[in-house]
């Protein structure tokens, strides 16, 4: 059985940091290109970044919003992916969520945790 488990989401204040975790099972992570997405009320999902297959380190891509600010990691060891927020804007309040693609195209989604910046 696959799952995504999304944590760390919280309310904060602008130009705080966060730190979201995800951890998944009953998959081979390690072939599976992981991203973290959110969605705001009233809008679409959206890439927040995305990070290759195989490494530790891979390869990642952001979103030009997230750029500088974000960082995705993945431990292909504990099956975990994280993504680590700085100098959060009030923009950046979404429900975020855990995205798995296979090679085969196949994808799964966490639940979501939900992040709100505000003062």
């Known amino acids: 059985q696959v799952q995504l488990v999304e944590s760390g989401g919280a309310l904060v204040q602008p130009g705080e940091s966060l730190r979201l975790s995800c951890a998944a099972s009953?998959?081979?992570?390690?072939?599976?290109?992981m991203g973290w997405y959110r969605q705001a009320p009233g809008k679409e999902r959206e890439l927040v970044a995305r990070?290759?297959?195989?490494?530790?380190?891979?390869?990642?891509n952001y979103a030009d919003s997230a750029k500088g600010r974000f960082t995705i990691s993945r431990d292909n060891a504990a099956k975990s992916v994280l993504l680590q927020m700085s100098s959060l804007k009030s923009e950046d309040t979404a429900v975020y969520y855990c995205?798995?693609?296979?090679?085969?195209?196949?994808?799964?989604w966490g639940q979501g945790t939900q992040v709100t910046i505000s003062s």
């Open positions: 995205m798995a693609r296979g090679l085969g195209g196949d994808v799964y």
């Open positions: 009953g998959f081979a992570f390690n072939r599976y290109i």
């Open positions: 990070i290759g297959i195989g490494s530790v380190a891979g390869s990642a």
